[in-house]
């Protein structure tokens, strides 16, 4: 059964808040090497049978929001 992994996160122009928190608080605990950090989610998909089409479907329809967030997925065997 293939494993489809979808990563979605927030196009470059959009500020990220989350991310922005999380830099600061690396840089806080002597990271000083961070320059910036953007935060996204993994969503891991079992699919009795591969589709590229039909993940794209999941992925525009409720997993990512196309207006805001980037989607890219892979499949593992």
Not at 30 to 35: R, V
Not at 54 to 72: F, G, T
Request: negative net charge.
């Amino acid at each position: 059964m293939p494993t489809v992994r979808v990563y979605v996160t927030l196009k470059p122009s959009l500020l990220d808040s989350a991310g922005r928190t999380v830099a600061g608080s690396l840089r806080n605990l002597g990271f000083k090497e961070l320059e910036d950090a953007r935060i996204g989610k993994m969503i891991e998909l079992q699919v009795e049978e591969y589709s590229e089409a039909r993940v794209k479907e999941m992925c525009e329809k409720l997993l990512a929001n196309p207006v805001i967030e980037n989607y890219r997925f892979e499949v593992a065997p």
